[in-house]
């Protein structure tokens, strides 16, 4: 699948498209899986955002420091399976307790 990524790319990305923000990509900690994840920051960057990766089975003070040093108008939580879900709740929590203003954001 990735191969057909770096393949596809070309063809995914609109041209002369505007800088949407900035967006963090990443799978909790206990999900090894990059696929969803990849494909989705393919196409923000082909809609243009900056889409940033911040890889798979990401522990929670890896995204706050990720998040504390870009710092990211989106966090895109990625995950593949059921059980690989609580941990996208553990970040968003770390997140609140890291007092973000990530989440206002949104509101």
């Not at 973000?100 to 954001?105: D, K």
């Given at each position: ?7 596809l790319?070309?063809?995914?990305a609109?041209?002369d ?5 900035t967006?963090l990509?990443?799978?909790?900690h ?7 994840k990849?494909?989705v920051?393919?196409r923000?960057?082909g809609?243009g ?5 911040n890889?798979v089975?990401v522990?929670n003070?890896?995204?706050i420091?990720?998040i504390?040093?870009?710092?990211p108008?989106?966090l895109g939580?990625?995950?593949f ?5 609580p941990p996208?709740k ?9 007092d ?6 949104s509101?």
């Open positions: 699948m990735n191969e057909a990524l770096r393949v790319k070309p063809d995914l609109e041209k498209a505007r800088s949407t923000g967006v990509l990443g799978s909790g206990g999900d090894i899986h990059n696929i969803g990849n494909l920051g393919v923000l960057k809609a955002s900056k889409a940033i990766g890889g089975n522990p003070d890896a995204f420091r990720k504390e040093a870009i710092p108008d989106i939580l990625s995950a399976l059921a059980t690989t879900m996208m553990e970040v968003i929590e770390a997140i609140k307790q890291a973000f203003a990530i989440l206002s954001r509101s």
